[in-house]
């Protein structure tokens, strides 16, 4: 698997299942909680799981050592969760996170359902205004 790059998948199923040990829990433990949060669609965008509504939303990204939940508008969910770094420009934030990091279902579910309600509020994030 190259640096920075998720599993090669032709749809989200595939890319769960190309993922390994603490990697592959945690991810089905984010998308399980992201698509019980609100009606996401999901598909695979630039090597990594992205969950779409009203434009991207959310991704979940598998590195070598390490995972990202990020969210297109992750720098105005930083007050539910401080941990989430701004990213470039724009809105974007991460969650990173490594096979240590704690991080409740409950957690991931309130940050997707906010995500989901900027989504819905203000627009696509991709479409520059």
Known sequence: MAMGMGPVADNPDAYIAALS????????????????AAPFEE??????????????????RAEEHRMLLGFWRGKRLRALEPRIRASGKYELGNLV?????????????????????????????????
């Open 43 to 60: 598909t695979i965008k630039w090597t990594n799981l992205v969950f779409m509504a009203n434009g991207p939303c959310i991704l979940i």
């Open 97 to 129: 996170m490594t096979e240590a990091t704690e991080v409740t279902p409950a957690t991931v579910e309130r940050l997707a359902a906010e995500a989901f309600r900027l989504n819905a509020e203000l627009g696509d994030p991709s479409v520059r205004a």
């Open 21 to 36: 040990d603490w990697q592959r829990e945690r991810a089905e433990m984010m998308r399980g909680a992201i698509l019980r």
